[in-house]
């Protein structure tokens, strides 16, 4: 499955600093753009695959899971 996120990239002396700006907490940085980029997708998906594990640990069994969709 497919999610579109904004990266926010931004060259800070000789490094580049990123993030997300939808999910507070990934970010990353990088010695060149593409580094950044590719770091960035990391965190993303290591946030993301965290907060997972995190939540089926603290659901009930008995709680509804489901897919929801927005349009911004």
Do not use: C
């Amino acid at each position: 499955m497919k999610h579109q996120f904004t990266s926010v990239i931004e060259k800070r002396g000789r490094w580049y600093v990123a993030y997300i700006e939808e999910i507070p907490g990934v970010n990353t940085q990088g010695r060149t753009l593409g580094e950044a980029r590719r770091n960035l997708k990391e965190a993303l998906t290591m946030v993301i695959e965290a907060n997972r594990e995190l939540a089926a640990k603290q659901r009930s069994e008995d709680a509804l899971r489901e897919p929801i969709t927005v349009s911004i």
